[in-house]
């Protein structure tokens, strides 16, 4: 019996982009965020489950776009990896907080967090742009690099 929709390598790619993006954005967010809304927002456990439930929600739905930005960004500020390392973290700093701050927010609100609590964590966030953007960038880059070299049809189609 033959598939009744075969994979194209264009389609394995873009599912394969998809996920990559996706999971990176998710194992991420969560690394990080934790602490900042437990042990700096004061959150209580349930309020951080309930962030990072409606987290998981909207970065699946975010992983793909950031990726894309970010590739748009980089290609139009032609900064790649021949850029010196400074061009690279301020370009990946910026990504990060042009994209990433307002949705923080917006998670926040929608996970009910008081106003305290989101302006505090929203602040944190913001000073911490300046160490999360270009190490978000590395870890996305090492994961892509990582599955392209376990799964070469894929990555590559």
């Known amino acids: 019996m033959s598939d009744p929709m075969p994979a194209s390598p264009d389609w394995r790619k873009r599912a394969h982009d998809f996920l990559v993006d996706v999971f ?3 194992s991420f967010s969560y690394a990080v965020a934790a602490p900042i809304e437990l042990l700096v927002a004061g959150l209580s456990f349930a ?5 990072r439930a409606v987290a998981l929600v909207l970065n699946t739905l975010i992983g793909r ?5 970010r590739d748009w960004v980089l290609g139009r500020s032609a900064t790649g990896p021949a850029s010196s390392a400074w061009r ?3 370009v990946d700093t910026l990504i990060f907080l042009s994209f990433q701050l307002p949705l923080y927010v917006s998670n926040m609100l929608l996970g009910g967090a008081q106003l305290d609590g989101i302006l505090k964590a929203a602040a944190t966030a913001t000073l911490l742009s300046g160490f999360l953007g270009r190490p978000y960038g590395l870890y996305l880059e090492w994961f892509k ?3 392209a070299r376990r799964f070469p049809l894929v990555a590559g189609a």
């Open 65 to 69: 776009p950031y990726g894309l930005w």
């Open 47 to 51: 309020e951080h489950l309930q962030v």
């Open 145 to 147: 690099n990582l599955v």
């Open 88 to 90: 690279r973290y301020w």
């Open 24 to 26: 990176v954005m998710n």
